[in-house]
């Protein structure tokens, strides 16, 4: 197999909405390569449908403290503030950056960016729902896509795309590049750089129903875990309410924004009992567990384990003018018409609230400390800042990767500028080496399918929306023998060439590693906050565990330490909707 | 039930020629064509080849031939296309590996139409650049595209001749030549006024037939004509 050399500035791995704002805010003054397994436009970044919130105030009273309030109480104040702070702030700036680099936002009959209400967004500190997030139709985040895609292709930004990144460089304590595998040739490319950007997004493909992307399969949460850097918060997984049944298929949160309701199978909208308040614009993590509990206690559609979403009043235009995409979606997969039927959804594995831990300019860190690891950064869905704390808010997704994708961008260009090139280690290529060997020699043991298979069965039954002490040791001891297992396994295809077979081989390794950070810290908590619900310990205890969890590999065990919660404006309360 | 997948294998580093293989696999009537490739894939023989994510049509990677018609895998259940299934992969672009066609020329040609906003940087203002609910509507049908070449590779000039930039350039013009904000459309209509740009086109109609966003597609193409006929340029 060849090995091709390259140098660049900045390395940036993947190319959803983080990464190519980070290659943007670089390109013109760097030398930059962004690499992706895909090709940038097939990111997942575009299956985001609802909107990006931001505090305009195109159509009601807003401002960024609303917003910020919002993110706090909706992260079950595990958010850190001086980063929620900045996020909300940027927001109104980065929609108008996105809007002047062509983003086609829906518009008011004013001709202003349009705003819809969305979950968890209120005004005046959780009064009623406010219109926060902007969108474009329901297809916000392929828009958001298409556009930075759009703006490289302007700046001329270097893509490698269907590159496979296998591992980082890491030398005398700095990133210093990374190795990838060319699918198309099987070629080793060693991309060398003063500073590394990992934007590879999150990993809902460890669950057996989920809104994501065949790709999503946490592979730079994988490669930071296996060098023995932390992890932060991997216990807090969001799940989606409305996922279409049975496949998990994303219905967006604005359909409840604009006026959609939950039913039970006694025809009741059982939000109204949850949260009075907010009721179906109650967060993410709470409307799951409504809907869990009501299928458990038998209110279920005929006794099955899903419920209605209810769009028929909203109207044919409404529908279909503002929400196209998951009208087709119901039409194409269920056969059904929103428009006259009730829809059955599910709550679906949607997005990883924690990641590699990065300061509020993306420098990845590695203790408690915040220490940051030089050259090295993260921002997006595979990075944990923290703002989305132990839940996050519907339409916080775009703003973080807009935002810190942008402000890791910005640094890493300062970084380079002050910074040489790491020398190249000796042992660079050793581990992508070694581990190609092992996958491309001998027989398989078992398809690795029906480990990815059992390990999604399993986490979805003990480590999804309701979680038991006794069940997440079950669920551990489950991944630790899948992961026993997978030694054994080979891909069939041994070919060179467009060898997707061992692509997909070890995206099953990164979907064992992250969900065995992801299961033994969610043991590990024993509170109930956000996304994590514990049955054995049903309530939040701050004075015990309002802390960040950092999980580390050591010695093939896990350490765990603790980091401070910044709190700077909302002392933590009680969290009713 | 048992449904029989036909698909068309091709490994250039081994064979001389395409050849087709069947296989049988259980399946659902609401099943997508891509859950079956995925079941051959993953559990019968791991060496098929094709691209695939999002798995709801989104993404544009998994267009391909599915019963001679141009789809995406992932958008197309068992239902749509019967017990019997045939699956090729795009035409007109080489084969790298079974349904893996080469998307480089194709992303070459989007690139060729300038298709980011093009303005005045210096007269942006510091919020938001107004335009009317109806001004937006008339780019809204084009800004659908996600780039799968599905329709690209469904047209017959485009067949004969390569060098045809092909309706996903056109519709990606579209977007922006009739976004009220944008000033470079002068620019993209001299670029489309050639035998290999939009003129290529002849009105055949297959690339609205398959587009799996449902853009009407030849319409933006017409439209794209008229205006750079009314451009005199």
Redesign the interface.
């Known amino acids: 197999m060849n090995v091709i050399q390259h140098t660049f500035d900045v390395v940036i791995v993947g190319a959803g909405g983080a990464g190519l704002m980070a290659a943007i805010q670089t390109s013109g003054a760097a030398n930059v390569a962004v690499l992706s397994k ?2 940038p ?4 970044t ?2 985001a449908q609802g909107g990006i919130g931001a505090a ?1 105030g195109n159509l009601e009273e807003d401002h960024w403290e609303w917003h910020m309030f919002d993110t706090v109480k909706g992260g079950d104040y595990l958010s850190d503030q001086d980063a929620v702070e900045i996020m909300c702030r940027d927001a109104i700036d980065t ?2 950056e996105l ?4 983003l ?10 349009d705003q819809r209400r969305f979950g968890g967004h209120t005004r005046n500190f959780g009064e009623a729902p406010v219109r926060r997030a902007c969108y ?2 329901d ?1 916000t985040g ?2 958001i896509l ?1 556009t930075l895609y ?2 490289c ?2 700046n001329r930004v270097r893509f490698f795309s269907e590159y496979h990144v296998l591992d980082l460089i890491l030398s005398t304590g700095r990133a210093a590049g990374v190795v990838a595998r060319e699918i ?1 040739t099987g070629d080793l490319h060693v991309f060398r750089a003063k500073a590394v950007i990992l934007t590879t997004g999150g990993y809902g493909r460890a669950f057996k129903i989920t809104s994501n ?3 999503n399969t946490g592979d730079a949460v994988a490669m930071i875990f296996r060098r023995g850097l932390p992890l932060e918060d991997m216990e807090f997984f969001q799940f989606h309410p409305t996922g279409l049944y049975p ?1 998990g ?2 219905l967006t949160e604005g359909a409840r924004g604009e006026g959609a309701i939950l039913l039970n199978g006694e025809g009741e909208r059982f939000m109204e009992r949850y949260a009075p308040t907010l009721k179906d614009l109650a967060p993410r993590d709470l409307i799951s567990r409504c809907i869990y509990t009501e299928i458990r206690e038998g209110r279920g559609i005929d006794g099955n384990d899903y419920v209605y979403l209810d769009l028929r009043h909203l109207g044919k235009a409404v529908i279909e003018s503002k929400l196209p ?1 998951i009208t ?2 119901v039409r ?4 059904i018409d929103p428009v006259t039927q009730l829809v059955p959804i599910v709550p679906t594995a949607h997005y990883a609230m924690g990641g590699i831990p990065t300061d509020v300019d993306g420098r990845v860190t590695v203790d408690p400390e915040n220490t940051p690891l030089p050259g090295l950064y993260a921002a997006g869905e595979c990075a944990c800042v923290s703002i989305h704390g132990a839940n996050r808010l519907g339409t916080n997704s775009l703003v973080d990767i807009i935002v810190f994708g942008r402000r890791a961008g910005k640094d890493a260009l300062r970084f380079i500028q002050q910074a040489d090139l790491p020398p190249l280690p000796a042992d660079a290529l050793d581990r992508a080496r070694t581990e190609l060997a092992h996958f491309l020699g001998g027989p398989s043991s078992e ?4 480990i990815r298979s059992e390990l999604q069965k399993t986490m979805m039954d003990l480590a999804s929306v309701l979680r038991t002490g006794t069940g997440l040791q079950d669920c551990v001891n489950v991944v630790h023998a899948l992961q026993e297992r997978f030694q054994g396994v080979r ?3 041994r ?7 061992l692509l ?1 081989t070890l995206e099953v390794g990164y979907l064992l590693d992250v969900s065995e950070a992801l299961a033994v810290s969610a043991l590990n908590r024993t509170e109930s906050r956000g996304a994590h619900f514990r049955e054995d310990y049903p309530t939040r205890n701050d004075a015990e565990w309002l802390k960040h969890t950092l999980a580390y590999r050591e010695n093939g065990t896990l350490r765990m330490r603790y980091k401070p919660v910044s709190i700077t404006k909302f002392e933590p309360k009680a969290r009713t909707y | 039930m048992e449904v029989t997948v036909k698909i068309e294998r091709f ?3 081994s064979d001389t020629a395409p050849h087709d293989v069947s296989y049988r696999v259980e399946a659902q009537e ?1 099943d ?1 064509v891509l859950d079956l490739l995925n079941q051959i ?3 019968q ?3 098929l ?13 998994d267009a391909m031939r599915i019963n001679g018609r141009n789809r995406l895998a992932c ?1 197309t ?1 068992v239902k749509d296309v019967g017990h019997s299934i045939d699956v090729r992969p795009l035409f007109g672009l080489s084969v ?2 079974d349904l ?1 066609v080469d ?1 480089e020329p194709f ?1 070459q040609k989007y ?1 060729d139409v ?4 093009i ?1 005045d940087e210096s007269q ?1 203002p ?8 109806a ?2 509507e008339r ?2 049908d084009t ?2 595209c ?2 799968c070449a599905a329709c690209t590779t469904a047209c017959p000039p485009f067949w004969a001749n390569g060098k045809f930039i092909g309706p996903a350039s056109i519709v990606n013009a579209h ?2 030549i009739f ?1 009220s ?2 000033q470079g459309a002068g620019e993209r209509l001299r670029i489309l006024n050639q035998r290999w740009g939009a003129w290529g086109c002849r009105v055949v109609f297959n690339c609205t037939d398959v587009c799996p966003r ?1 853009i009407q597609v030849t319409d933006a193409i017409e439209q794209v004509k008229r205006e750079i006929l009314q451009e005199n340029l």
């Not at chain 1, 086609?104 to 960016?113: E, Q, Y």
């Not at chain 1, 194409?332 to 056969?335: A, D, E, P, R």
């Not at chain 2, 510091?126 to 609910?133: A, K, V, Y």
Request: with cysteine.
């Open positions: 895909l090709y436009s097939r990111s997942h575009g299956s305009l929609v108008y809007e002047h680099q062509g086609p936002f829906s518009r008011t009959p004013l001709g202003l960016i474009a139709a297809r392929h828009m298409q759009q703006q292709i302007k198309r992307a065949l790709a496949l298929v994303l995409d087709e979606f194409v997969y269920l056969g398809p690795a399918a029906a891909p069939a295809d070919s060179e060439h467009f060898n997707t077979d997909e | 490994d250039p580093t609401t997508r894939k993953w559990y023989d791991g060496t080849t094709y691209r695939r994510s999002c798995t709801q049509g989104i993404c544009g990677s958008k259940l790298l590996r893996v998307q992303f690139a300038l298709p980011w906003l303005v942006t510091e919020r938001e650049r107004l335009q009317s609910p001004e937006r780019f809204d800004t659908k996600i780039l977007r922006f976004d904000r944008d449902g």
